[in-house]
């Protein structure tokens, strides 16, 4: 068995684990070009950029049986150097009035104009249970989330009063018979692994003028060095220009992308034939040439590379102490 990394925290090696290699899902093609080997946590992940159409993807990566293997029993012991016990406390907050949580600051008002009054909403992946317990108080709409995270059900009944369902999105696919107003996919596509066959069933629950939001880290300007961008559970990267490929695929459109630049991307997507306007060209461009898209990830790559080799240097001469100064002149 090879050896894990020190820092990780994953209890297995799951590079022992049974591999296969994964063709694009948006144009099928096999010639890749290799951004890197390792990612999170410190352990070999190969992250390739398709020459046909610019998406990311872990190649090869795990079978299904070993991702379902590592989130169920590893998945949050390796999210905990995120500040997971933190991060609960600040949800705890949520029904404070006098608080603002990251999600109500950041994520409600890009999404809340497109939510129905009185409409049905579906959180897939949920969580916490947050943005349900937001969009009822806001919308009075009807919700319904599906977590398959013990422990965050757990913390949505008792910390905010939101029951969730233990249900997989391929579960509930499988049974569902509602359409919804409005549905929320918040950091949970890049974790997918077929995500164009989960996406054309996410649009068939759409009502006609739905509004599906989607989140996911972006790939196209990352905001932190590669081996740490890249993921063991980040599966797929994406681009504007990747998303919308998707999109049309699910016979979907994109109405709105925040800023297709950011470090975070968040688009929202509807039917092709709803009323709504699709976003404008210029705003979706960013990830369409492959090359493009390599050639800024290797510059990111290569700015790390540096800031790491400055930050070492730096900390021999004058001590650990002065770490916390090096964050205001070396920033991300």
Same mark, same amino acid.
């Given at each position: 068995?090879?050896?894990?990394?020190? /820092?990780?925290?994953?209890?297995?090696?799951?590079?022992?684990?049974?591999?296969?290699?994964?063709?694009?899902?948006?144009?099928?093609?096999?010639?890749?070009?290799?951004?890197?080997?390792?990612?999170?946590?410190?352990?070999?992940?190969?992250?390739?950029?398709?020459?046909?159409?610019?998406?990311?993807?872990?190649?090869?990566?795990?079978?299904?049986?070993?991702?379902?293997?590592?989130?169920?029993?590893?998945?949050?012991?390796?999210?905990?150097?995120?500040?997971?016990?933190?991060?609960?406390?600040?949800?705890?907050?949520?029904?404070?009035?006098?608080?603002?949580?990251?999600?109500?600051?950041?994520?409600?008002?890009?999404?809340?104009?497109?939510?129905?009054?009185?409409?049905?909403? *579906?959180?897939?992946?949920?969580?916490?249970?947050?943005?349900?317990?937001?969009?009822?108080?806001? /919308?009075?709409?009807?919700?319904?989330?599906?977590?398959?995270?013990?422990?965050?059900?757990?913390?949505?009944?008792?910390?905010?009063?939101?029951?969730?369902?233990?249900?997989?999105?391929?579960?509930?696919?499988?049974?569902?018979?509602?359409?919804?107003?409005?549905?929320?996919?918040?950091?949970?596509?890049?974790?997918?692994?077929?995500?164009?066959?989960? *996406?054309?069933?996410?649009?068939?629950?759409?009502?006609?003028?739905?509004?599906?939001?989607?989140?996911?880290?972006?790939?196209?300007?990352?905001?932190?060095?590669?081996?740490?961008?890249?993921?063991?559970?980040?599966?797929?990267?994406?681009?504007?220009?990747?998303?919308?490929?998707?999109?049309?695929?699910?016979?979907?459109?994109?109405?709105?992308?925040?800023?297709?630049?950011?470090?975070?991307?968040?688009?929202?997507?509807?039917?092709?034939?709803?009323?709504?306007?699709?976003?404008?060209?210029?705003?979706?461009?960013?990830?369409?040439?492959?090359?493009?898209?390599?050639?800024?990830?290797?510059?990111?790559?290569?700015?790390?590379?540096?800031?790491?080799?400055?930050?070492?240097?730096?900390?021999?001469?004058?001590?650990?102490?002065?770490?916390?100064?090096?964050?205001?002149?070396?920033?991300?």
């Amino acid at each position: 068995m090879s050896e894990i990394n020190s /820092k990780t925290t994953l209890k297995k090696d799951y590079t022992d684990k049974p591999h296969e290699s994964v063709p694009c899902p948006l144009c099928d093609a096999q010639d890749d070009y290799e951004l890197a080997t390792v990612g999170y946590p410190g352990i070999p992940v190969r992250n390739v950029i398709c020459k046909g159409c610019g998406l990311v993807r872990i190649n090869p990566r795990m079978t299904k049986k070993g991702y379902d293997d590592f989130y169920m029993e590893d998945f949050f012991e390796y999210l905990n150097p995120y500040g997971r016990p933190h991060y609960v406390n600040t949800i705890e907050k949520t029904t404070d009035d006098t608080f603002k949580t990251e999600a109500e600051k950041y994520t409600i008002p890009f999404v809340i104009p497109y939510v129905k009054e009185g409409g049905k909403v *579906l959180d897939i992946g949920a969580g916490f249970g947050q943005i349900l317990y937001l969009l009822r108080k806001l /919308k009075h709409v009807s919700i319904y989330g599906i977590e398959p995270d013990p422990y965050s059900r757990q913390v949505a009944k008792e910390k905010i009063g939101i029951e969730l369902s233990a249900d997989t999105i391929e579960e509930f696919l499988a049974k569902n018979t509602e359409k919804y107003d409005y549905i929320h996919l918040e950091q949970v596509f890049e974790h997918l692994l077929d995500p164009l066959v989960l *996406l054309k069933g996410i649009a068939n629950m759409l009502t006609p003028e739905g509004v599906l939001y989607i989140g996911v880290p972006g790939t196209y300007n990352y905001a932190v060095a590669p081996d740490r961008f890249f993921e063991l559970a980040h599966t797929y990267g994406y681009t504007p220009a990747t998303l919308r490929l998707f999109a049309e695929k699910a016979g979907l459109k994109i109405i709105l992308v925040r800023d297709p630049m950011s470090t975070g991307l968040d688009v929202l997507m509807t039917h092709k034939d709803a009323t709504y306007p699709e976003e404008k060209e210029e705003r979706m461009v960013q990830g369409a040439d492959w090359k493009d898209t390599k050639n800024r990830l290797l510059s990111r790559k290569r700015y790390f590379e540096l800031r790491g080799r400055l930050k070492k240097i730096i900390v021999s001469i004058f001590g650990e102490k002065i770490k916390d100064r090096l964050k205001k002149f070396l920033p991300k």
